[in-house]
């Protein structure tokens, strides 16, 4: 990283994708503790929903988290009902 040398990395990509595909946010509020993205991103899968990015924020002094998905086709009701029955998922929004 100190000389610019990407020659190994594994996550480096030799292409990027320049297409604009809309993105479409969805917001998680869940408890933060191990597993929960895992849970999360299985949802997803299984809708055959791809995940574009994920970010998320713990919030300080507390064991709760907000995840924010873009994801890049929209999500139907079934899909936010799936994520709403996730053990320690408090709210879901689009």
């Not at 297409?19 to 993205?37: S, T, V």
Request: proline share 5%; hydrophobic share 40%.
């Amino acid at each position: 990283l100190k000389r610019g040398d990407w020659d190994n990395a594994v996550n480096v990509g030799e292409e990027i994708d320049i297409e604009k595909k809309p993105a479409y946010p969805i917001f998680i509020f869940h408890n933060d503790k191990p597993g929960m993205f895992a849970q999360i991103d299985k949802v997803f899968g299984e809708h055959n929903i791809n995940i574009r990015e994920i970010s998320g924020r713990r919030f300080a002094g507390k064991e709760t988290a907000t995840a924010v998905y873009l994801v890049e086709q929209k999500a139907g009701p079934e899909v936010i009902e799936a994520l709403k029955t996730i053990p320690d998922v408090y709210s879901v929004k689009q």
